[in-house]
């Protein structure tokens, strides 16, 4: 009953953006698109593997220990449905209590987030088995001495303060999910599509065999159906290394469409802007080379570019094999040889050069897109505060909605199941016991056909910061990755994509906006290190 209630209230909610009045767009814009908002530049900034719970589970109290960046909530902040406010903080069903991490413990393990075993941590709702699950830890890893205990943690505004600023003084949501379970692939695709069902496994170019599957790869053991894992893009020929005959060789490609086409489709400008996707040469065996790596003070060096999160080098429509740069600054967002497909640099040119696309999808180096491992709080800090403060700066900013978003949980505890609104019952299922998150549904996107999708998967953060945000604000709406999709769809009357996409039941973001009257103040800027304000709006 829970579940069918709010799933009516966010599709109730999903009409409210037919009755917004139409927006021409400014003069400096450089296609001829109109927006049903003021919004006429959408950037989603889309970060790696954080839970809602591991970054808010205590918003907006901090610890405020001596020697850390402090945080101080101002008055009136609204709670959210966290850690303290469920009790769950220290009366938890884990075998591990959850426990903060402090800004000296930024560095962490990687945790386990494969599709089925995030829905066994879940077992059924009940939402206990984490440390059991998907818990890493041990020997060649930090792991705060929990051991597989450590997907307990948490971090608190004295480590996230940047993010913790930016949701007092704009808007967010608690209730916002993954579309589905499983790591970066999906959540990506999701992004773009709604739908990671159409997937196909690749032959091998050495053989022309098609790879044995591995079990992230698509559902249920097949050379077809819903991707569940991380295989690389079929549609990409840049490697950092040559991989062919192991089991990194792993392809797939993804039929239908993708928000991309759409906008291409309506002439609107739009790119993925993603760190190291510029070719570096060429690998020893002849093979296209994109091998940049940077590392920072805390965390070891690492490959920039990082082709399973690059969610349209999956369809041939909008994919870009070879890397090709854009052929001129003023072609940046438009179709060329690049064919959308950017170098992240390409990004902060474009914005220089007043050429920003109406719709631009952002992807930090590896060391700044915050995946435990690999990455962690602080660099991502200073990757997303620097792109921020860039775009406040500029004077697109009064008409501009950055959208800051993630791909998955990394399995990272979060006591909050969402509804699960696309059932499933292929092998990889381990929601309600093996081969079971429930029996799909012909009213379900995709109807029964579509198996290999359960979800919602694990909450999430979501913010909008905009000078049409509301501010100090926390939405609890039930909204997920394709959300976003949607509001893009509906800003630029895209239309939907049809053939499944959960599109087509997603919440709206409208409940994070105030497009009533002018906007509220203009710009935050925060210092990049500390993520503390150094010049309020």
Known sequence: MHHCLTRTMAVVAASAMTLLPVYPA??????????????????????????????????????NLAGETPFHAKDYTPSVNGLESSGLLTHNPNSTQPFRLSPAQAVTCDQDHDYGDEQKAFHGGLMDLFPETVGTGGPGCYDAGKGKGLVMGYYDGNTVTALWNYAQHF??????????????????VNLISGNTFGATLVPLAADGKTPGNPKDAISGGLNFGSVIGDPRPGYDNCLRTPVLGT????????????????????????????GGFAPTGKNADGSLACASVSSTSLVRTFRDYIPHHEPFQ???????????????????????????????????????????????????????????????????????????????HSKEWKETAIIIAYDDSDGWYDHQMGPIVTQSDVSDDELLGS???????????????????????????????????????????????????????????????????????AGTLNGLF????????????LDPQTGTVVDPD
């Open 26 to 63: 400014s003069a400096h814009d450089k296609d001829d698109s109109s927006t049903k908002t003021p919004i006429q530049h959408v950037v989603v900034i889309f970060q790696e593997n954080v839970s809602f719970d591991h970054y808010f589970g205590t918003y907006p109290h901090a610890a």
């Open 171 to 188: 808007a967010m949501s608690d209730n916002s999910f993954s579309t589905t379970f499983g790591p970066s692939t999906p959540g990506a």
């Open 247 to 274: 089991a990194k060789s792993t392809r797939i490609t993804m039929s239908g469409k993708n928000v991309g086409d759409l906008l291409t489709d309506k002439n609107i400008t739009w790119g993925w802007f993603q």
């Open 314 to 392: 999956y369809y041939g429509s909008t994919s870009n094999p070879d890397h090709l740069r854009p052929s001129a600054v003023t072609a940046i967002g438009k179709t060329d040889q690049a064919n959308h497909q950017y170098d992240l640099q390409d990004f902060f040119t474009a914005l220089a050069n007043d050429n920003l696309p109406a719709v631009s999808f952002l992807k930090a180096k590896g060391v700044f897109d915050g995946h435990a491992g690999y990455s962690d709080p602080i660099d991502e800090q200073t990757f997303l505060v620097n792109t921020i403060n860039t775009i406040m």
């Open 435 to 505: 081969g079971n998150c429930g029996t799909p549904k012909a009213t379900q996107p995709g109807g029964k056909g579509q198996n290999g999708r359960c979800g919602y998967g694990p909450r999430q953060p979501l913010l909008v910061i905009s000078p049409w945000a509301k501010r100090n604000y926390v939405d609890h709406a039930v909204t997920d990755q394709s959300s976003i999709l949607r509001f893009i769809e509906d800003n630029w009357s895209l239309g939907r994509i049809g053939n499944g996409s959960t599109d087509a039941i």
């Open 514 to 525: 105030d497009f009533d009257g002018r906007p509220e103040g203009q710009r935050l800027i």
